[in-house]
């Protein structure tokens, strides 16, 4: 069990350093592959009025002339150990993690990702809460009432939920919910839960609710499906024959069996939130990770994407590891 | 052997006789391409501390019968009248919860594949503990004491370090005896056994067939073994059952099923039995043709297109649906060919082949 660990952590950190050299390449080798010039990509850190004098020299500075896996090893140290720019106003320190400097507000990526990842974290977190508790409910009691009124509302709801996309159930919720009703806020009023987590949650519940409802429907059509197999199964007969309440019975052995397959798909959904979830933070102005790299991107701000796509491969990467980790609980026969 | 009821009763009016008495059962599933009639008009009795074998072949409605018992068709699609009478109370009208309280405790099931059958994410003993803690109110320590006791009795080797073991960490053979001593845990006055060794090599096989006779005596239950296979029944029951097409053909004490067969299909079944005193160059004498589909069950005798005999009966097997009739000390068969003919075809034809 511990070398499964110490091997999957190891596996983690190679497929880190993996995708920091493809996202590397996209933005600093592609650009150069397909006519670029090292003075091209130093024009974006000296702004629109620069001359010609200024450009060379930031390109000196910054090393764009050098061969790319120098560039590569001196990012990977920034990111590792910390580093120095020198932007000819004076030299200043980027410590570890240092992702680089943002092109347009010349601040440093790191501190900006730090300020938002809450701002995603709590989206993300509350919305899987109520998604699985939610999705997995129904989807069980679809299961076990398979053909009935129930069965068929929940599922014609769910397509629903699969197949609405989030920029209309959101605004849709926030348009009766905020402006005509008034129960929840309006977009964009973030506040930290350790500040105040009644206006925190105030502020969070509608996102969390439109964000888990699109995904309590795949989870309650995921759940129906695991629950119908594992209703099924020989073992949940030996159960029954047990004499066990029907409430165990499902519970303990049909749910328990058809969990494994949610739990993997959860983990990389959530993985995949944390790294932003960009439509729900874009239709709530909520200031997280989602919303930062689609600012970086309108406003071509490599530094910034290049920042939150390696936080969010993290994010991605650390939940399917705890994923795996949590398979070897669940399922004993995987232990080894 | 146990005396068996008449055929022809009127339900209700007759006090239950033996430990279990099942009278007339028949369980119908209504599909889209009709009526399964899955059982249709079984009657039989076992006593405690007696062994009835059911033997069929696969679709004949064994182990559809055995699950009725057991109550776990509940909340299916399955139509079930006919009584059965456990220790005196009546199964098919009572509340599954009543139901449920007796299965495990009074009655218990051991099933074909011991892999399928325990839940592969729950240890052996946990799932001896749960079966024990849902019918006596101890600890759970005292639970996984008993859950060691039980597994020490069916001979599982350091059954307190192999009580923490996973189901896919025991061989079939082991895992046939944890679930037996699952089945055992709460002492069922009632044990199916339902195909207990089909998936088990011979050599377990026979080992897990004492198993089940030495805990019969030991716990003086009444037990109904399950199989496709006679071996299994000569080895342990009193009396048999044979099953076609949902229905009783013929049903007797094990003496007289396999001294005095009486019925075509079981001839067949005996035919059809490897033997080791039989001559090498000799073929097995398989049934003819497939089980008939439990929708459209062939008018008269079920068994007439697969029967040799069927011809000597002028008719009669195509057209009318032989009755069950005693033909002496309760050996019961349903066969239109008369006494003298079914035994004149088992002296010249069958016997020597055998």
Avoid at chain 2, 129 to 149: F, G, L, M, P
Avoid at chain 2, 222 to 241: K, R, S
Wanted: hydrophobic share 40%; proline share 5%.
């Amino acid at each position: 069990m511990i070398t499964y660990i110490i091997r999957r952590l190891f596996a983690a950190v190679v497929l880190l350093f993996v995708v920091s050299v493809i996202t590397f390449s996209i933005f600093y080798l592609v650009p150069r592959l397909i006519g670029g010039s090292a003075e091209s990509l130093a024009t974006r850190y000296v702004g629109r009025a620069a001359t010609a004098e200024t450009v060379k020299v930031t390109t000196e500075r910054l090393g764009f002339n050098d061969p790319i896996y120098v560039q590569y090893a001196n990012w990977a140290k920034g990111v590792a150990i910390g580093t120095e720019y020198d932007y000819g106003a004076g030299v200043e320190q980027c410590p570890a993690p240092c992702l680089g400097y943002s092109f347009i507000t010349r601040q440093p990526v790191w501190p900006d990702l730090l300020d938002r990842i809450p701002v995603t974290l709590s989206l993300a977190a509350g919305a899987a809460l109520i998604w699985v508790t939610f999705g997995v409910s129904v989807g069980v009691l679809s299961a076990l009432r398979r053909g009935s009124v129930f069965d068929r509302a929940a599922m014609s709801v769910s397509l629903a939920g699969v197949s609405l996309p989030i920029f209309f159930t959101g605004l849709v919720c926030l348009s009766f919910f905020s402006y005509k009703l008034g129960w929840t806020a309006p977009g964009g009023q973030f506040v930290p839960v350790s500040e105040n987590p009644a206006k925190w949650a105030y502020a969070m519940v509608l996102p969390w609710i439109t964000l888990a409802f699109l995904f309590s429907a795949q989870y309650a059509r995921l759940t129906r499906a695991g629950m119908l197999e594992t209703m099924n199964e020989d073992y949940v007969r030996t159960a029954r024959a047990k004499g066990l309440p029907e409430k165990t019975v499902v519970v303990r052995h049909g749910l328990r069996g058809a969990l494994t397959p949610i739990l993997t798909i959860f983990g990389l959904d959530l993985g995949l939130l944390l790294g932003g979830a960009v439509l729900t933070e874009k239709t709530f102005s909520l200031n997280g990770l989602g919303k930062y790299a689609v600012d970086g991107i309108i406003a071509n701000d490599l530094p910034k994407i290049m920042g939150v796509t390696l936080t969010a491969a993290f994010f991605i990467v650390m939940a399917s590891l705890v994923v795996d980790l949590l398979y070897a609980v669940v399922d004993p026969r995987v232990r080894k | 052997m146990t005396e068996i009821a008449e055929h022809s009763y009127r339900p209700g009016t007759e006090k239950p006789t033996s430990f279990l008495d099942v009278r007339d059962l028949r369980v119908h599933f209504p599909t889209d391409d009709g009526l399964v009639k899955s059982v249709d008009g079984l009657t039989f009795r076992v006593d405690r501390g007696k062994t009835l074998g059911i033997v069929g072949e696969s679709g004949s409605g064994k182990s559809v019968t055995s699950l009725s018992v057991m109550g776990l068709h509940h909340g299916g699609s399955a139509k079930i009248t006919g009584e059965i009478f456990l220790d005196g109370e009546e199964l098919v009208g009572a509340s599954p919860e009543g139901v449920r309280l007796l299965r495990g405790q009074k009655m218990a099931m051991i099933f074909q594949d011991p892999l399928s059958s325990m839940h592969p994410y729950y240890t052996i003993g946990y799932q001896i503990v749960e079966a024990y803690r849902i019918h006596n109110d101890v600890s759970k320590k005292a639970a996984y004491q008993h859950a060691i006791e039980m597994l020490d009795r069916v001979g599982i080797p350091q059954p307190d370090k192999r009580v923490h073991d996973y189901p896919h960490q025991f061989s079939g053979g082991m895992r046939q005896r944890a679930m037996i001593a699952m089945a055992l845990s709460c002492d069922p006055e009632l044990l199916i056994a339902d195909e207990p060794t089909t998936a088990l090599d011979v050599t377990v096989q026979a080992q897990i067939l004492d198993l089940i006779r030495d805990l019969q005596k030991e716990f003086n239950s009444a037990v109904i073994i399950i199989t496709h296979d006679l071996g299994v029944v000569a080895e342990l029951a009193d009396d048999i059952l044979v099953m076609y097409a949902g229905r009783c053909a013929e049903y007797g004490s094990a003496d007289d099923i396999f001294r005095e067969p009486q019925h075509p299909y079981t001839w067949g079944l005996l035919g059809s039995m490897p033997r080791i005193d039989r001559e090498r160059s000799e073929r097995l004498l398989p049934i003819k043709g497939t089980p008939p589909s439990l929708i459209n069950v062939p008018s008269g005798c079920a068994f007439n297109p697969r029967c040799t005999y069927c011809d000597l009966t002028g008719g009669r097997s195509t057209s009318e649906r032989p009755e069950l009739i005693d033909v002496g000390h309760g050996h019961r068969v349903a066969c239109h060919l008369t006494r003298d003919q079914r035994d004149q075809i088992w002296r010249d034809d069958i016997q020597p082949k055998l």
